[in-house]
Every structure is written in structure tokens, then in C-alpha cells.
């Protein structure tokens, strides 16, 4: 059974900086993708970052880049956001997600942790 394990969140004064770590257990198959995701209460949720296990290639969502970087170790099936010039509109709760593509398409979360930008 696959399971993620996040760690990082936390509080972070405006400016300041935090990392985000995900570790992947139980991976049978291969992953296709890595994922951050954010969401606010009331909003819908929003990915932010996104990084390809093969390649290496990521994208970002618009409103992260060049503050934000995701980065893997697959040999460690754990993947990190690294969180640069923390504004109060990052607040938000991030989760992790796997896709994997076999033996179908399959897409796990991890439990989620609280990022509060605040002073």
C-alpha cells in the first residue's frame, strides 16, 4: 500500500523560508510525477509545482515561480519544495501527490501540512 509522509510546514515570518519534504513507501511501480499541491479554505486546490520522476523536467504554477523549487531523489522516493520569499498569500495547507501511470492510472496524497506565512 503506498503511502506519503510529509514534513516541513510550519511558521515563517514574510521573506523567510521553509522546505517541504514527501516520502514515498510501499511503491511497487514507477512514478510518473510528482506533485505539490495548495489549497485555502474556500478555495478550490491548486497545484504549484510538479516535477517528472524520468526527466526531471517541472513546472510551476505561475503565482510560485522563481520563489519556488521541487526537486527529487528517486532512489529515495522523496521529493522536496523549497520555499523562497514567503508571502502571507502562500498560507495554505500543502499537500503531496504520486501519479503513476501502471499498471493504470493511479494518483496518492499525502495527509497534508499547514504552511502559515505570517508576523
Known amino acids: 500500500q503506498v503511502q506519503l509522509v510529509e514534513s516541513g510546514g510550519g511558521l515563517v515570518q514574510p521573506g523567510g523560508s521553509l522546505t517541504l519534504s514527501c516520502t514515498a513507501s510501499g511503491v511497487t511501480f514507477s512514478i510518473y510525477a510528482m506533485s505539490w499541491y495548495r489549497q485555502v479554505p474556500g478555495k478550490e486546490r491548486e497545484r504549484v509545482a510538479q516535477?517528472?520522476?524520468?526527466?526531471?523536467?517541472?513546472n510551476y504554477a505561475d503565482s510560485v515561480k522563481g520563489r519556488f523549487t521541487i526537486s527529487r531523489d528517486n532512489g529515495m522516493n522523496t521529493f522536496y519544495l523549497q520555499m523562497n520569499s514567503l508571502k502571507p498569500e502562500d498560507t495554505a495547507v500543502y499537500s503531496c501527490?504520486?501519479?503513476?501511470?501502471?499498471?493504470?492510472?493511479?494518483?496518492?496524497w499525502g495527509q497534508g501540512t499547514q504552511v502559515t506565512v505570517s508576523s
Open positions: 516535477i517528472f520522476s524520468s526527466t526531471g523536467g517541472a
Open positions: 501527490n504520486i501519479r503513476q501511470l501502471s499498471p493504470w492510472v493511479s494518483d496518492y
